[in-house]
């Protein structure tokens, strides 16, 4: 949106759609854990990739079709529906979860 913005005159740059592959929401479950090895090697391998695609691509889409409800999101294995890593537990130590607001900056 911003970039739109910013380079209006510019013209855009098409990129076609790809197939869905191991770790894709819709393609893999957030239990697949084969899948999710597989998405890791791809993104570790290839240095078009961030490490965090291995699961960005899948939590994205959960969430949005959970309606953004974190208690929805499909549990793993070892995991409860309620505990989802690094947004609401193996937080550091003292903090619960993430401020109801964000802080002002001056």
Do not use: C
């Not at 989802?84 to 993430?98: K, T």
Request: charged residues 15%; negative net charge.
């Amino acid at each position: 949106m911003v970039g739109g913005q910013v380079f209006a005159t510019i013209p855009s740059i098409f990129v076609a759609g790809r197939a869905a592959i191991p770790g894709d929401y819709g393609y893999s479950t957030g239990s697949d854990i084969e899948d999710f090895l597989m998405r890791l090697k791809y993104s570790l391998s290839n240095s078009t990739e961030m490490l965090s695609n291995t699961v960005g691509f899948w939590m994205a889409g959960e969430m949005a079709a959970k309606q953004w409800d974190i208690g929805k999101v499909e549990a793993t294995t070892s995991l409860t529906q309620e505990e989802v890593p690094g947004v609401n537990v193996g937080l550091p130590e003292g903090v619960s979860g993430y401020p109801a607001h964000s802080p002002e900056i001056p």
